[in-house]
């Protein structure tokens, strides 16, 4: 336990930006202090508390755990659009540079454009209220799902698959 303890702390501060380590700077200040009294002599090899540490470890893993779904959060939606976002709007005919933009279907085009962009803005509405549950440790029902959600691929139907762990999550008031 003591090695994962280490393995999570040291990711949390590695991986979070300045405006997540802000968010989170309260229990990380925690974790510091129950680090300090764990460094004052109170542990070590021949002497320690098993409830000490266990107490630890599950104050570390469920801040770990919310950082990096809150981070996963922001990857699918930086998913999300890439995936219509780095696709041109019009390309040229048979992708020769002596040939007009190809704007034939450009009522089409625009639609499936805007469809990509509606599908990343549901992403992103679920995405940011999950990520302030997640930030400041603050769950209760929610009726909209991140699975409820889908993203399709431009010029396809196939959907980009968006998956939440609310059922790990503990359901308060």
């Known amino acids: 336990k003591l090695m994962r303890i280490v393995e999570w702390y040291n990711e949390i501060l590695e991986t979070c930006v300045p405006c997540e380590r802000e968010l989170i700077k309260k229990e990380i200040l925690e974790i510091d202090k129950i680090i300090e009294q764990a ?3 109170r542990i070590d090899w021949n002497n ?10 599950d104050k570390l893993k469920n801040l770990h755990t919310r950082v990096m779904k809150a981070q996963n959060n922001i990857r699918k939606i930086r998913d999300s659009i ?3 976002g780095q696709v041109p709007m019009y ?3 048979d992708a020769s540079t002596d040939s007009l933009l190809d704007i ?6 625009v639609q499936r454009r805007l469809e990509g962009c509606f599908d990343t803005k549901k992403l992103i509405d679920v995405a940011m209220e999950q990520n302030f549950r997640y930030f400041f440790d603050y769950f209760v029902k929610s009726e909209i799902k991140i699975s409820d959600v889908s993203v399709r691929k431009p010029a396809t139907n196939e959907s980009l698959a968006v998956v939440r762990e609310l059922s790990e999550i503990k359901i308060e008031g």
């Open 39 to 41: 460094c004052s002599g």
């Open 48 to 57: 320690y508390e098993a409830s000490f540490i266990d107490e630890f470890y």
């Open 82 to 84: 890439r995936s219509w």
């Open 91 to 93: 390309q040229r005919k």
């Open 104 to 109: 034939e279907d450009r009522p089409g085009k």
